[in-house]
């Protein structure tokens, strides 16, 4: 309520066009689900003394009486986590921002798409309010450039956060011409690749390789003009009615004093200063840091470094553990079984995603002549903590006995709203929610009546599904304390020390003989780590601590069990034992692309990067003594089979390219390359390398390099795209970027577990942004290039962040089972079978009963899929809280309406 009655308007970001803003905002985050803030445009601030958001906030969450005060926290650990800040292009006055209209950022331009925005969700310009037909995208603003009021090091997120605003264009309206222009394209993340593939494959849409500038504003059009050149054209001019500029991420404001305050060093760049062999650690003991605080970070990395984090602070005070924390306690459970139907209906306007869209108002007076409705309203956001405790008041009020929440996905705060029913008295199960955000406002944005009538339509179906909830009932399900690690390189290691760490035993399964994985065949890092040395010391530790239990040239053959509950049995040199234990971690790795092209397997000259390492660290004349060098990058990866970044190779080139100057300054090294992806601080280690006279050379796909033995050296042959003209260079060795591909057993443990496979192979998780570290399977985790392809610094992070996740599991003395799980109606089941083939979990079985051979259910191990539900032929088999009666009453709620 506070945003919808400021009185404040004030000019926006764009050019002094004046919008709807308020001086009072709110924004969702996953933990908490509304945050309400007053910005310097307020009225009483500047001591006018409106006041009004304090008068109308119902929860008195707005207080001005309130003045600043010191308090002091006694902790025993620190995370840092002050973000960054974007790059002010009012720094380079080329980009001209700030003095022509219609240039503004990348992070304007999300406010411009954004429903909240100051034109709610409409692409406009600000010079005239028109929709802008041709938009073009500057890259690098900021970053890659080696200058005053600019960064050397690659922001790590511009090039893929300008697809998805290409991508997010298009959707808005197709005929909008998209051009990009860039230097490299770092799409090296998981599925990445496919993302800019997508983009680069819309109509309309160009991405050109050029640095481009901005020349001048068009004085009657505002149109802006910008140069660029191609090797085909070179030098070119094209007006544009929009340009973007993608801007890079700085470090946050005032980090001097911040560092300064909790005794931390920072690195060259001003972000906190790496500690190679755990990122998340600072310079002073007891302090960590996560997110982009460690440097460019995109969100999963940031997420799963914050979990990593947490587990290093729980290390720290796991004597602590528990001490601090209080139950929750609900209200007794009313039974309304016998009650009389009294359905409530909360109507969410989710600010403008909806409200912009649905006309709420008349949707509420629609619901409230819905059967069995005898309470409905609508709210400005349903997920604030007033509105939650507006819904448990009414509940209790009104007496009702369903709820319904019509607002956005039930995947995203559907826990919330059953919560708000527990406060209330009411089982959880007599919650639905009708999505009319993103299956109505946000697909109909152009059809506003059609979405009203849609929206209707949607809330009827639940209306009338909510007449036939049944209350149902979570149970308990006791935790073993112990964890299983499946890999033993450094990522299964890093993780299994830090689950002991915290007083968990632990048997790490390695199916080789020797600990170690990839790692062994590494020597050195970018950022200086002797890799060696550091797996040396990890070993130690894991064989040394009395809570791991190493269990070498294993193989698992079978896994039973649930989440809390495990039992997996494994096989080592002729011995079979069965492990019970309640969480599950894979970090099972990847390997090395054995490739058939480039005369690999044929001439020894030709060698991989990874063996080019191990050949230099032993001191071979073969590689050492090589006069000229050529790489080759992409090699089994970035192509039809492959699709995607092996994200390591760049980097892996540039270092062994220094090793190689390092050791001999005349040597001739090449490197062919399609896109340098040295993202982040890796950007300053392939600026080193191009001065030290390392040459780099791009090829197209279609006009790979070619090798062929020329007398007594390999002649590569690669077409240059500059010049227009092959070249020819006479090697003493070439080295190849292998790909990283999935473990060879993926798809066995895949199964083993329960787990999901990515389509390239590697593991996939439960939710690539929110869950990075976990599956959809319970209780299983993953962590490493298991995953996807991950630098030595990534992989450590990673797995702490694992071991973070599966100790907030392995904590609990039990975990909490779903009640919404399969059950068999005996009389109807003729024991075809067909329910346990289809299960995937194992929860079905046949059995004997008095009856004779019956299907039975196992709801611990149920995830409630309905699979079997779906194909049982004699509908034997019914999904509670899905049940075919429920879904036949909104189906014939919405015909019913149509006829």
Not at 12 to 27: G, L, T
Not at 87 to 95: R, S, T
Not at 376 to 392: G, R, V, W
Not at 549 to 557: E, K, L, M, R, Y
Request: aromatic share 8%.
């Amino acid at each position: 309520m506070c945003v919808e009655y400021c009185p404040v308007l004030y000019p926006d970001a764009f050019n002094q066009e004046i919008s709807q803003n308020k001086a009072v905002h709110v924004y969702f985050s996953q933990a908490v689900p509304l945050i309400t803030y007053i910005d310097e445009s307020c009225l009483y601030l500047k001591d006018k003394k409106c006041g009004i958001c304090e008068t109308v906030c119902q929860a008195g969450a707005i207080d001005f009486t309130q003045t600043e005060e010191k308090v002091e926290v006694k902790v025993g650990a620190i995370v840092l986590t002050p973000g960054f800040e974007p790059f002010d292009p009012k720094a380079l006055a080329e980009y001209r921002y700030g003095e022509f209209a219609n240039v503004i950022t990348s992070m304007d331009y999300e406010r411009v798409m954004c429903a909240t925005g100051p034109y709610q969700g409409e692409i406009l310009r600000g010079s005239d309010l028109k929709h802008p037909r041709r938009i073009a995208w500057l890259q690098c603003v900021g970053s890659r450039q080696v200058r005053e009021g600019a960064n050397s090091y690659c922001s790590a997120v511009c090039c893929t956060y300008t697809q998805k605003q290409v991508i997010l264009t298009k959707e808005h309206d197709a005929d909008v011409a998209c051009t990009v222009f860039h230097n490299d394209i770092r799409a090296y993340g998981k599925d990445f690749e496919r993302y800019y593939g997508r983009a680069e494959g819309l109509d309309d849409v160009r991405f050109i390789r050029s640095y481009a500038s901005i020349v001048r504003e068009d004085p009657e059009t505002k149109n802006v003009t910008v140069r660029y050149s191609t090797p085909d054209d070179g030098v070119k001019e094209e007006e544009f009615d929009l340009v973007v500029l993608s801007v890079g991420l700085n470090p946050p404001d005032e980090v001097q004093g911040l560092a300064a305050k909790f005794g931390i060093e920072l690195g060259e760049h001003g972000f906190s200063k790496a500690v190679p062999s755990n990122p998340v650690a600072t310079t002073r003991p007891g302090v960590f840091v996560s997110g982009a605080f460690q440097g460019p970070t995109d969100i999963p990395d940031s997420v799963y470094s914050a979990s990593a984090a947490g587990a290093q602070c729980g290390e720290l005070l796991d004597h602590r553990r528990g001490k601090l924390a209080t139950e929750r306690r609900y209200p007794l459970e009313k039974d309304v079984t016998a009650d009389p139907l009294r359905i409530g209906v909360f109507v969410c306007h989710c600010g403008a995603n909806i409200g912009r869209i649905v006309g709420v108002p008349s949707v509420v007076e629609y619901v409230r002549t819905l059967p069995n409705v005898v309470f409905a309203d609508e709210q400005l956001f349903s997920c604030a903590t007033n509105s939650a405790k507006d819904i448990t008041e009414v509940v209790k009020r009104e007496n009702l006995n369903r709820v319904i929440v019509a607002a956005c996905s039930p995947r995203t705060l559907e826990p919330l709203f059953r919560d708000t029913l527990r406060e209330a008295g009411l089982n959880q199960y007599y919650l639905e929610m009708a999505n009319i955000r993103e299956h109505c406002s946000w697909v109909h944005a152009k059809e506003k009546d059609a979405a009203t009538q849609k929206a209707k339509d949607i809330i009827r179906m639940a209306v009338a599904r909510a007449a036939h909830l049944e209350p149902l009932q979570e149970f308990d399900l006791p935790v073993d304390k112990a964890a299983l690690v499946v890999g033993g390189g450094v990522a299964g290691m890093t993780t299994a020390v830090r689950i002991a760490e915290q007083g968990h035993e632990v048997y790490l399964v390695e199916k080789e003989r020797d600990l170690g994985g990839m790692a062994r065949r590494l020597h050195t890092t970018l950022e200086g780590l002797d890799v060696q040395a550091f797996l040396k010391d990890l070993m130690r530790r894991v064989y040394q601590h009395p809570l791991v239990h190493v269990i070498t040239g294993a193989t698992i053959t079978g896994v039973y069990g649930y989440v809390g509950n495990f039992r997996t049995r494994v096989e080592s040199r002729g011995r079979v034992r069965e492990i019970k234990h309640g969480i599950a971690v894979i970090a099972t790795g990847a390997e090395e692309y054995r490739p058939t092209e480039y005369l690999y397997g044929e001439d020894e000259r030709v060698m991989t990067h990874l063996e080019v390492e191990q050949a230099v660290a032993r001191g071979d004349d073969r590689v050492l003594g090589a006069r000229s060098v050529v790489m080759i990058q992409c090699v089994g990866c970035r192509q039809e089979d492959r699709n995607y970044c092996s994200r390591v190779c760049c980097s892996q080139a540039v270092k062994n390219a220094l090793r190689l100057k390092e050791n001999d300054p005349d040597t001739d090294v090449y490197i062919l390359f399609r896109d340098m992806r040295t993202y982040g601080f890796r950007e300053d280690a392939y600026r080193e390398a191009a001065g030290k006279d390392v040459k780099f050379i791009r090829y197209e796909p279609e006009a790979r390099p070619a090798v062929e033995a020329a007398g007594g050296s390999l002649r590569v042959v690669v077409r240059d795209p500059i010049l227009g003209q092959d070249l020819a260079i006479d090697a003493d060795l070439v080295s190849l970027a292998a790909a990283v591909v999935p473990g060879g057993d993926n798809q066995r443990v895949s199964q083993l577990f329960q787990v999901g496979l990515g389509p390239d192979g590697f593991f996939k998780e439960a939710h690539v942004k929110l869950r990075p570290v976990e599956f959809g399977t319970d209780g299983v985790f993953l962590c490493g290039a298991a995953q996807y392809p991950k630098h030595l610094p990534e992989t450590i992070s990673h797995a702490n962040g694992a071991a973070g996740r599966a100790v907030a599991l392995l904590s609990n003395d039990t975990v909490v089972a779903s009640g919404s799980v399969c059950e068999v109606d005996e009389d109807k089941c003729v024991a075809c079978g067909e329910c346990v083939s289809a299960c995937s979990y194992g929860a079905v079985e046949l059995r004997e009963t008095g009856t004779g051979r019956r299907a039975g259910v196992n709801p611990v191990l149920c995830k409630g899929d309905g699979l079997c539900n779906a194909v049982c032929p004699t509908g034997a088999i019914s999904l509670k809280h899905f049940t075919d009666e429920e879904f036949i009453s909104q189906i014939d709620a919405v015909l019913a309406e149509v006829g």
